[in-house]
């Protein structure tokens, strides 16, 4: 049975837990078949399948990276030292050494046939350069009214595998808190999740995991990354039997305070749950939180919001 580590335990302890938890090398091989899985009998199982069929060809990019990683090591060194993100992302994607890797995903997506997904990827075709950097900086920034809903999962993707290359081929793991709990270390991106670690020196500590790099950094639990409040947290689940009360692995972490919320993985509930995997399957929970007044500051790059 896992030992969860309440906010005074962590911080009353001895040894300071890991502040990093890096992405496995084969990270998209993981979150494809755990979306085939979720998509089992699940209302959205297509989509669910289309963005395992994106995550199987992002795990191609990774192992035959279209490009290197473009940060010389001195400007690592001067980011990791003033404890700026060193894969800034609102610089990067302005720089363009990503487009390699998004040419790439559609040389290696094929859809024959005729339909939206075709068209999407028509679009994106004959797009230039120019045109596809503005949808990805207006995808990163949050701008998601100036991006196709049909080219976000493939945007998306590409940005995705980029900088989750570039993360895993950083020589240093050195990075620092970033200025807002819910901003990523290594590339300054919002969180998509928090994820609740079930093993090893990890156990029972929260990591919020990046949108874009999937890079994962310890915030300690129950606490609003978004207003720092931990003031009347509640958390809200999808019901389901299965489950017993307080044992739902996915759950979201509301604040009263900002009327905000953060999805929560409990991997002692779940082992195999997958942060982004996970959360596209639970989109049903956003549409009732939303209902209910609260708003999703996470983004997740495979879906665009509405």
């Known amino acids: 049975m896992s030992t969860v580590l309440e906010p005074g335990q962590i911080e009353a302890s001895a040894v300071m837990p890991p502040f990093?938890?890096?992405?496995?090398?084969?990270?998209?091989?993981?979150?494809?078949?755990?979306?085939?899985?979720?998509?089992?009998?699940?209302?959205?199982?297509?989509?669910?399948?289309?963005?395992?069929r994106l995550c199987r060809i992002q795990q191609q990019l990774v192992d035959n990276p279209p490009s290197a990683l473009p940060v010389a090591q001195e400007r690592q060194r001067l980011c990791i030292s003033h404890g700026l993100p060193p894969l800034a992302a609102d610089s990067l994607v302005r720089e363009g050494a990503w487009l390699g890797w998004l040419q790439a995903l559609l040389d290696h997506f094929d859809e024959p046939g005729q339909g939206p997904l075709q068209e999407a990827l028509h679009t994106l075709r004959i797009s230039d350069d120019t045109q596809r950097k503005g949808w990805a900086i207006a995808l990163l920034s949050g701008q998601?009214?100036?991006?196709?809903?049909?080219?976000?999962?493939f945007v998306g993707a590409a940005l995705q595998a980029a900088w989750s290359s570039w993360l895993l081929a950083l020589p240093s793991t050195e990075l620092k808190p970033a200025a807002s709990l819910a901003q990523c270390p290594a590339c300054g991106s919002p969180a998509m999740a928090g994820v609740v670690r079930n093993r090893g020196k990890h156990n029972g500590l929260r990591y919020l995991a990046c949108s874009l790099c999937a890079c994962e950094w310890?915030?300690?639990?129950?606490?609003?990354?978004?207003?720092d409040s931990s003031k009347d947290l509640r958390y809200s689940a999808l019901d389901?039997?299965?489950?017993?009360?307080?044992?739902?692995?996915?759950?979201?972490?509301c604040c009263p305070g900002c009327n905000s919320y953060l999805k929560q993985h409990y991997l002692e509930n779940d082992a195999a749950a997958e942060a982004l995997a996970d959360d596209l399957a639970s989109l049903a929970l956003d549409m009732r939180l939303d209902e209910e007044g609260y708003?999703?500051?996470a983004p997740n790059l495979m879906v665009s919001p509405g």
Do not use: T, W
Request: with cysteine; hydrophobic share 40%; proline share 10%.
């Open 20 to 52: 990093l938890h890096l992405p496995p090398g084969n990270l998209f091989d993981v979150r494809s078949a755990r979306l085939e899985r979720l998509a089992q009998g699940h209302a959205m199982g297509d989509y669910l399948l289309l963005i395992a």
């Open 295 to 297: 708003h999703r500051l």
């Open 240 to 253: 389901d039997d299965r489950h017993g009360p307080g044992k739902a692995p996915l759950r979201a972490e």
């Open 218 to 227: 310890h915030v300690v639990r129950v606490k609003c990354v978004y207003c």
């Open 144 to 153: 998601y009214d100036a991006v196709p809903p049909a080219l976000v999962p």
